[in-house]
């Protein structure tokens, strides 16, 4: 059993900076990839990047476009943690983030490919 708790939502303006962290209690979390999601009031959740499975390369990462080139997704083994820098906030960035864990290794953007969530933080980016 996985579980993961994100922190490090909040308030922002436009153009700031937050980091959100993923933390799970599995120890074989490096074994798992993390996905990260985000929900705007009234709309789907909509994938916004996912971090590979740790392997002997290292790992891998992968971005919707609409945050490509401003937000970086890392994982740190030590600390059973994924991290999502997110850069030049933008007000459409305002949603509920989840993150989700997944040992199923298909495409990595459908929300249904993941087996574990977390319960989410909020991010509010005013203009």
């Known amino acids: 059993q996985v579980q993961l708790v994100e922190s490090g939502g909040g308030l922002a303006q436009a153009g700031d900076s937050l980091r959100l962290s993923c933390v799970s209690s599995g120890r074989t979390f490096s074994t798992y990839r993390v996905g990260w999601f985000r929900q705007a009031p009234g709309k789907e959740r909509e994938f916004v990047s996912f971090v590979s499975a740790i392997t002997r390369n290292g790992y891998s990462t992968y971005y919707s476009d609409s945050v490509k080139g401003r937000f970086t997704i890392s994982r740190d083994n030590a600390k059973n943690t994924v991290y999502l820098q997110m850069n030049n906030l933008k007000p459409e960035d305002t949603a509920v983030y989840y993150c989700?864990?997944?040992?199923?290794?298909?495409?990595?953007?459908?929300?249904?490919?993941?087996?574990?969530w977390g319960q989410g933080t909020q991010v509010t980016v005013s203009s």
């Open positions: 989700a864990a997944t040992r199923n290794y298909t495409t990595g953007y459908s929300m249904r490919e993941y087996n574990y």
